[in-house]
């Protein structure tokens, strides 16, 4: 079984920043690609940023160049520096684990789930 839990969230103004933290834990070989969505009231869970445990990277298209995800094996946690926050990055960002190194933007293809944290981006 594997844990995750979000914390980092919070009110930022736009132009701020935000680090958001996913800790781990569980068996290792259950998370070998670690993703970050998040999601709107009335609206799907949509693809963020991911890592695999080999340090690929991928994000998407709205977030590149203003996001970093980035992962720290001896603290087993998964962050996310968000830089230069819009209004429209308001949700609830919530991480997830892949069991399989994959770089997937498809949410069904991760295995477990954080709770989330809410983060707004004020105008």
């Known amino acids: 079984q594997v844990r995750l839990v979000e914390s980092g969230g919070g009110l930022v103004q736009a132009g701020g920043s935000l680090r958001l933290s996913c800790a781990t834990s569980?068996?290792?070989?259950?998370?070998?690609?670690m993703g970050w969505f998040r999601q709107v009231p009335g609206e799907g869970r949509k693809f963020v940023a991911a890592i695999t445990d080999g340090g690929g990277t991928t994000y998407a298209d709205s977030v590149k160049g203003r996001f970093t995800i980035s992962g720290d094996n001896a603290k087993n946690t998964v962050y996310l520096q968000m830089n230069s926050l819009k209004p429209e990055d308001t949700a609830v960002y919530s991480c997830?684990?892949?069991?399989?190194?994959?770089?997937?933007?498809?949410?069904?293809?991760?295995?477990?789930w954080g709770q989330g944290t809410r983060v707004t981006v004020s105008s």
């Open positions: 997830a684990a892949d069991r399989f190194p994959r770089i997937s933007g498809a949410g069904y293809d991760y295995n477990y």
């Open positions: 569980g068996r290792t070989f259950n998370r070998r690609t």
